[in-house]
């Protein structure tokens, strides 16, 4: 079972308000995340911040926020729950192609978007991996948790990530 997992604990500073909520098409950017998602996970929660209309984990460690500690949330959360791996992506790409999130997961290995590696794949008995990567690396850097597990980083078709409003903008 896959486990699909929509990060959303950024703190939006580029966008100026938050941007998980903002609207294209006249729904939250965060349902646009959860409708892909589900596309291919057996089930889909959000990481980082409790939205309305979906179950959600908060980041962990508690006080770090970003990618990683969505992840890290979601990794030890599907292990628990008896998931395989995690599918992740971030609550500001409305448009991922669900035929990407397919291959993905059928690495079933690590594995990541080379041009956006906040979409990836992988396996929740990382979780423990993941608390020592957190631990030993104050970047949080997703290329250098990719580059430590080693995942395959796969080359896509460019992916709009929404991270100011002009880039809402231009999704059109």
Partial sequence: MILGAVLAGGQSRRFGSDKAVALWHGVPL??????????????????GSARAAFPFLCDRPEGLRGPLAGLNAALHWGRDQGYEAVLSLGCDTPLVPSALL?????????????????????????ADALDQFLASDPRCSMKGWAASVGAEALDSPPIANVNTPDDLAGLG
Avoid: K, M, N, S
Wanted: proline share 7%; net charge negative; aromatic share 6%.
């Fill in 102 to 126: 397919c291959r993905l997961a059928q690495t079933h290995r690590p594995a990541f978007v080379e041009a956006c590696p906040v979409i990836g794949y992988w396996p929740t008995d990382l």
């Fill in 30 to 47: 965060i349902e646009h995340a959860c409708a892909t998602a589900a596309l291919v996970a057996d089930h889909v929660i959000v990481c």
